[in-house]
């Protein structure tokens, strides 16, 4: 018996060690495609200044809110859950640092101001998921409409002007050395979204909460409370986003974050997290967050009106999520 079974034993050894070695090339789609997005731009509207540092730096400019927001979302999906009010969020606290600025209460106020009221819609989410036990799907959309309606009510829908340089400095037009502001908020933000994910307790507890929470109650983690950080999470980086905003516009409105709510989650499903939570990757959000920036931005170059640009950028996000989903295992 030993005998016959030899021959065939390499064999198997072989088969087994390539499928062991084989690079898992579906996770590194986002890169691919990011790659590709950006040589075909460069070969066709190269010489329209796309290739320019200035237009680089613009593409990291206007891509920083999405991608902040879409870090802390990542964090969200990994736990099994999901938040739609974040563009809101964003909105919403901008406005609240405007107007408490206005008061002539001074940047740390405002900012503390802002951060707070983030906090506060990222606690109303979790309550009503974690203790209500409302789908966040259902919880959040419900939310992004009363908070989107509480921008409008704020101010009746006129912007609020913020004429502080010091503000406008540090969270929007400001740089260090050739590095925008905006930028350096969004690399910071990516360096500690990455090392809590990756090399934290915290992190793992996310990941295990939305792998199978189940499991993960037996084992002794908290899913519950790591829902709420989750949420929290996510109020305070749409806080961040509306800063952001504000500090570019020099000027707060209730529709900064329109949108931005999709592309966020788009963001996260690019770079390679699963939307049914227990699978993440923060460094994978940043990457799909700058592939949805460079495609607008090429397409704003190459002069394409807005529903052209809408229907390229739906296509490509659709094709590249297409490509990194692994094809399902025949019954």
Not at 40 to 55: E, P, R, S, V, Y
Not at 150 to 159: A, G, Q, V
Not at 174 to 181: D, E, H, I, W
Request: net charge positive; glycine share 12%.
């Amino acid at each position: 018996m030993q005998s016959k079974a030899n021959p065939v034993s390499p064999v198997v050894k072989a088969v087994v060690s390539s499928k062991q070695v084989a690079v898992p090339w579906r996770e590194f789609v986002v890169y691919i495609f990011f790659a590709a997005v950006v040589l075909f731009f460069a070969a066709t509207i190269g010489d329209k200044g796309f290739l320019t540092f200035a237009n680089l730096f613009n593409i990291t400019r206007t891509t920083s809110m999405i991608a902040i927001m879409a870090i802390a979302m990542t964090f969200v999906i990994a736990a099994g859950e999901l938040d739609l009010s974040i563009g809101s969020t964003a909105a919403l606290s901008s406005l609240v640092c405007a107007l408490i600025m206005a008061s002539g209460y001074g940047i740390v106020a405002s900012v503390l101001g802002a951060v707070l009221s983030g906090l506060a819609v990222g606690a109303l989410n979790s309550f009503f998921v974690t203790v209500i036990r409302i789908p966040s799907f259902l919880v959040t959309l419900g939310s992004m409409q009363l908070i989107r309606g509480l921008d409008m009510r704020i101010t009746y829908t006129k912007p609020v002007s913020i004429a502080n340089e010091t503000f406008t400095t540090l969270f929007g037009n400001g740089s260090l050395g050739p590095l925008p502001s905006l930028l350096i908020w969004s690399l910071l933000i990516l360096f500690v979204g990455h090392v809590m994910l990756r090399y934290t307790a915290f992190g793992r507890q996310v990941l295990a909460t939305g792998g199978n929470p189940i499991a993960a109650r037996y084992s002794g983690v908290p899913t519950d409370r790591i829902k709420v950080y989750c949420f929290l999470l996510s109020g305070a980086a749409g806080a961040l986003a509306g800063l952001l905003y504000s500090g570019m516009m020099q000027t707060a409105r209730y529709s900064f974050g329109t949108g931005s709510e999709l592309a966020a989650i788009a963001a996260v499903i690019l770079g390679g997290t699963s939307l049914f939570g227990g699978k993440a990757t923060v460094v994978g959000t940043f990457v799909g967050a700058l592939l949805i920036g460079t495609i607008n931005n090429g397409l704003i170059i190459m002069g394409l009106d807005i529903s052209e640009q809408n229907m390229i950028a739906g296509g490509l996000i659709i094709l590249a999520v297409a490509f990194g989903r692994k094809p399902a295992l025949a019954s």
